[in-house]
């Protein structure tokens, strides 16, 4: 039985023997893939993606290697993917690799680079901005690898707003002139560039404001052509230009609040902004009180002509340039320090030049001068207890001339008839520095009764 048992088994492991001499050759089913990359030229990045088969990453040096394994034998697509803008794969890409069981497949990848353009801001001019107004202004830059990364080095913004992925937003919180400095970061790159950004109460301000720098240059201007002219005020301004030369001369009106606001209602029911600017701390004082008197001033002058002020706004520019103007709903008005000795009180010079914004014939607004100055001080509409006639007036003096001859007029006709016939001659036009036409004389005439219209023709000659 023994011998048997062991024959029996001999047999069953030959038949094993020889069914495992019939079974295919086992191995690795699978191989591997070496990447080799060279980069050359300016601003390349430190390394890239490399993509097989659309799947399976790596990352690689700049210029280095990297090997893939366990890749199924066959053919693959090899790919060197996140290659910056400035950078050109020169080999195949993606290149076609056939990978063998057990074997590594090799792959060159060549890329050239080229330097970036240089990183430049190429837009810091921001808007201005009104205290809680919505507020949005992009920053723009050029150069570098497209991606930007912004910040403030120095300074800082109006409170309520922020910067963020270059956009500068939100509600500005305070009025004022900011200064700073904005950062901007690319590819190992920096450049930075100063910016500013004016915020204002109101609408009204930002209007008047605004064109702060341009009335600055304005006023330059003109106080240097004044210099020729005026050799006994050479003192006076050199001083204003002195003051107006200050390169933060706009910086201190903003940040200091050397302007004032008020608000006045119009014939026809309009409220319309009062506005008033001042070039140094030091006239504040003169400055408001001018504030102050300026809506009444408009009233007495609407009220006289019958017309509504034409203009949304009142401006008075107080103290930049040494004279009075005025014109469109401007007055340029010197500051009281340095008008005290001409003669002429400053107070009745607000409604002169008001009286410009209807009317250019200088005697016309003489007149409405001393009308509107007297109504408001005294108010009378009798000349007799007027406190202001522009010097020594005898009512029907045969040599009265311009306003004088007006103020004969005036006592002749009455208020309201003088009031109509101003509108006419607004109307019809009389220039600054042109006698007055017969049209305009007529004005005069056609108000006139009867009895006395002979002597305001002599009378409207004369002006």
């Not at 950062?183 to 609408?203: L, P």
């Amino acid at each position: 039985m023994k011998r048997a048992s062991l024959v029996g088994i001999s047999a069953v492991a030959l038949l094993i023997l020889a069914c495992s001499d019939n079974d295919p050759p086992t191995g690795p089913a699978t191989g591997s893939i070496t990447v080799t990359v060279s980069t050359t030229g300016s601003d390349a990045p430190p390394g890239y993606t490399v993509v097989v088969g659309g799947s399976t990453t790596r990352s690689v040096d700049a210029n280095g290697s990297v090997t893939i394994s366990s890749v199924s034998s066959g053919a693959h697509p090899v790919e060197l993917t996140d290659v910056p803008a400035n950078c050109t794969v020169s080999t195949a890409n993606p290149a076609m690799v056939t990978v063998n069981a057990g074997g590594t497949a090799p792959v060159a990848m060549r890329v050239a680079c080229s330097a970036f353009p240089p990183l430049e801001v190429t837009d810091a001019a921001l808007p201005d901005g009104v205290v809680s107004s919505g507020y949005s202004a992009s920053l723009q830059a050029t150069g570098g690898d497209g991606s930007y990364e912004w910040s403030i080095s120095s300074g800082s913004l109006p409170g309520g707003l922020s910067l963020g992925n270059g956009l500068i937003s939100g509600r500005p919180s305070e009025a004022g002139y900011f200064v700073f400095r904005i950062i901007v970061q690319s590819a190992g790159r920096a450049d930075t560039i100063e910016a500013r950004i004016r915020t204002y109460e109101t609408e009204a301000l930002r209007g008047f404001l605004a064109p702060l720098p341009d009335q600055i240059e304005y006023f330059i201007r003109k106080n240097e052509e004044l210099l020729p002219r005026n050799p006994h005020l050479e003192t006076e301004i050199r001083g204003k230009l002195e003051l107006l030369a200050d390169p933060d001369l706009e910086a201190r009106i903003l940040n200091e609040r050397m302007y004032g606001e008020a608000l006045t209602n119009t014939l026809d029911g309009r409220g319309i902004p009062v506005l008033i600017t001042f070039p140094a701390d030091t006239m504040r004082p003169g400055a408001l009180e001018d504030l102050s008197r300026l809506p009444d001033a408009v009233a007495a002058l609407e009220t006289f002509v019958g017309m509504p002020w034409p203009y949304d706004f009142v401006h008075e520019w107080y103290g930049f340039k040494t004279g009075h103007s005025g014109a469109w709903g401007l007055i340029y008005m010197e500051d009281r320090g340095t008008y005290a000795e001409r003669g002429v009180p400053h107070n009745t010079i607000i409604p002169h030049e008001l009286a410009h914004t209807y009317i250019a014939h200088e005697g016309l607004t003489q007149f409405l001068e001393v009308y509107a100055y007297n109504l408001v001080e005294t108010g009378s509409v009798n000349v007799e207890d007027w406190i202001w006639l522009r010097g020594e007036y005898a009512s029907f003096a045969p040599e009265n001339t311009a306003v004088y001859a007006l103020l004969d007029i005036y006592q002749l006709i009455g208020p309201q008839s003088m009031g109509r016939a101003f509108k006419a001659i607004i109307e019809l036009g009389a220039p600054y520095g042109a006698p007055l036409s017969a049209a305009a004389q007529q004005a005069f005439i056609d108000e006139a009764p009867a009895s006395v219209a002979a002597q305001v023709s002599e009378a409207a000659a004369r002006i």
